[in-house]
């Protein structure tokens, strides 16, 4: 004795849209029947359990790295220059007033670079007083010359 029995191929893992229906032609087996039943219910708890999931879906954020990770990552091999720059300008780059963190001595942004450095950097093309990033690799280039001691918060950390 046959039966019609409808057999779903899986043609892709995450969607729905990727199932086809093939009709096939099978004899009655009760232990081959009993298996057909279990793999039915499973896939209709995976379609479930995957449209539930797909209406809990979160839309993707990019992480925007914060100052100091930047730091942290130009200074990894320097774990102390992360303590030193928090000391010297906590990890900003504008005042709140939006204009370039000065200091009294005119040290400029997150690094606090010294008025000596500026005509180097602007050698160099860095914008050190309106970018975070030049600023970090001004204080890069500060760092590998002169070493920690070129900033006054290292002696205090």
């Known amino acids: 004795m046959k039966y019609k029995l409808l057999v779903f191929l899986i043609l892709g893992f995450f969607f729905i849209s990727n199932i086809a229906i093939a009709e096939t032609e099978i004899k009655a087996d009760p232990h081959l029947q009993v298996q057909i039943d279990r793999l ?3 896939l209709e708890d995976y379609l479930s359990a995957k449209l539930a999931l797909e209406a809990l879906k979160v839309p ?3 992480i925007i790295p914060t100052i100091r990770d930047k730091v942290a990552e130009a200074f ?3 774990p102390k ?3 030193t720059i928090g000391c010297e300008s906590n990890f900003r780059q504008f005042d709140s007033r ?4 000065r200091s009294p001595t005119s040290d400029v942004g997150v690094m606090q670079i010294n008025q000596v450095h500026w005509g180097e950097a602007k050698k160099l093309g860095l914008d050190i007083f309106y970018s975070e990033d030049d600023n970090i690799k001004m204080g890069r280039i500060i760092y590998e010359s002169q070493g920690l001691e070129a900033w006054t918060c290292s002696k205090k950390v």
């Open 60 to 62: 993707q954020v990019a």
């Open 76 to 78: 990894k091999d320097e």
């Open 81 to 83: 220059m992360l303590p």
């Open 40 to 42: 039915s219910d499973s």
């Open 98 to 101: 939006g204009k370039p963190l």
